[in-house]
């Protein structure tokens, strides 16, 4: 799940521009070839978890897939 896990935190950080400590707090989702299921975090938003059942995903419910960890700059300090 690294690669899925830091693509999420890039995506929220950089195109959502949520702070740092958010993007990283997010619930995660990830899926791959096989098994053939989404594994979700049990926080995902139930809505989108209907989303994805509703387009004939099956969902395998995770208390977490893992901790990911970052630093971040601050332009207007210089300072990490």
Do not use: C, N
């Not at 740092?20 to 619930?27: F, G, S, V």
């Not at 975090?41 to 099956?58: I, M, N, V």
């Not at 990911?68 to 300090?77: N, P």
């Amino acid at each position: 799940t690294i690669i899925t896990q830091v693509l999420q935190a890039l995506v929220r950080r950089i195109d959502l521009k949520l702070p740092l400590d958010q993007a990283l707090a997010q619930p995660r989702i990830h899926h791959q070839w096989s098994p053939d299921t989404v594994r979700i975090e049990t926080k995902l938003d139930e809505s989108l978890q209907q989303a994805l059942t509703s387009r004939g995903h099956k969902l395998t419910p995770v208390a977490s897939m893992g901790v990911s960890q970052a630093i971040d700059f601050d332009r207007t300090t210089g300072k990490f």
